[in-house]
């Protein structure tokens, strides 16, 4: 059984896979204080430590997924310098390149969308990962926590939101709450509506702790993507529709052991999703704090059977339902297909 905080050396046949990370949060503070700590020559937060304590004394599910986003190692201050944020959106990008990604599409969230140079930033970070490693697109994603907006200040981020889509905004996360038992989607439907009608691609989060909220999200407008799911499982009528809907479910193995959404790396049922005809892609969710990375998430997927063919296929797959323009897309298919067969390469 793979421990959730193993190192895990990078199979180099693994290593060598086109990939994508379709969910990864920006983790503004954590990111940022890697590559500050970095500049000013001292250690970053010790999030190995702070994972190993989230495991050994907080129950999993909930308790521990309300632990994310708590510490904060670099300020808001900090983080309010233009070339702070471009300096950790590189950090983010560059460290998926490395391990072979192709296409990354990062999350933001809080009232980020309402910053006017957002996308400027977001595209100059993507620049300059891109002298090095030419092959990398980035997309950037928006998450909309409903809870925590309403009336005139929702309205306003969904109208930034479809403002923003010429900038070049890929699409929408809808984050409910209650989380783990129903809420009332109503809201997200009529913006869904809107925002899949402006161009913007739609995912959801849903189903990571419980099988409430698969089949409402299921039910939202535009919606191909959802996260997590894990526990669609756990009702037989939930995890057929799921598998009637040809939606793509955003497995984060790591992140799904380390907060305790299944019990270990060999119960997640990803091997369940494929074999039902449910389309997967790889994701690292929150890889600073749960220490990981893409090639990480490759590399376990490989040890829990997936040949290299499949996660070709999964790569593969994961343009296809990436919140791309048609253009970008067709040029990552390109190059997925000049990559050719894996099984026959001698590496
Ligand atoms: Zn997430």
Not at 246 to 264: H, Q, R
Not at 307 to 326: C, G, K, M, W, Y
Request: glycine letters at 6%; charged letters at 25%; a negative charge.
């Amino acid at each position: 059984m793979i421990d959730p905080l193993a190192e895990i050396k990078l199979d180099p046949r693994i290593a060598a896979l086109p990939k994508v990370d379709l969910h990864v949060h920006q983790e503004w503070s954590p990111r940022l204080d890697r590559v500050l700590a970095r500049h000013e020559g001292r250690s970053p937060y010790n999030w190995h430590d702070w994972a190993e304590q989230l495991i050994t004394e907080i129950p999993p599910g909930m308790a521990r997924l309300q632990k994310l986003a708590q510490v904060f190692p670099a300020t808001q201050e900090a983080n309010a310098k233009p070339e702070n944020f471009i300096a950790r959106i590189e950090d983010l990008l560059e460290e998926a390149a490395a391990d072979g990604a192709i296409l990354v599409e990062v999350r933001f969230g809080n009232e980020d969308v309402l910053k006017a140079d957002l996308m400027a930033l977001f595209r100059e970070a993507e620049r300059r990962v891109q002298v090095r490693y030419p092959r990398l697109r980035a997309e950037a994603v928006f998450i909309l926590i409903l809870s925590r907006f309403e009336g005139d200040r929702l309205n306003h981020l969904v109208k930034a939101c479809i403002q923003a889509v010429d900038e070049g905004l890929g699409g929408i996360d809808f984050l409910y709450k209650p989380y783990d038992t129903e809420a009332d989607w109503t809201t997200a439907y009529q913006i869904a509506e809107q925002a899949a009608s402006a161009g913007l691609g739609i995912t959801a989060h849903a189903g990571e702790f419980s099988s409430a909220n698969i089949a409402a999200v299921l039910r939202v407008p535009g919606l191909t993507r959802i996260g997590h799911a894990t526990h669609a499982i756990s009702d037989p009528h939930v995890f057929d529709l799921l598998a009637k809907s040809s939606v793509t479910v955003e497995c984060s193995l790591s992140c799904n052991v380390l907060l305790g959404a299944v019990p270990s790396y060999t119960k997640h049922p990803i091997r369940q999703f494929v074999e039902s005809g449910i389309p997967v892609v790889l994701c690292t969710d929150n890889p600073v704090q749960v220490c990981t990375t893409i090639g990480r998430e490759y590399t376990i997927a490989h040890a829990l059977g997936f040949s290299t063919n499949e996660l070709l296929d999964v790569t593969r797959h994961a343009i296809q339902v990436a919140f791309t323009s048609p253009q970008r897309r067709n040029e990552l298919l390109n190059e997925l297909n000049k990559w050719g067969d894996p099984e026959s390469r001698v590496l």
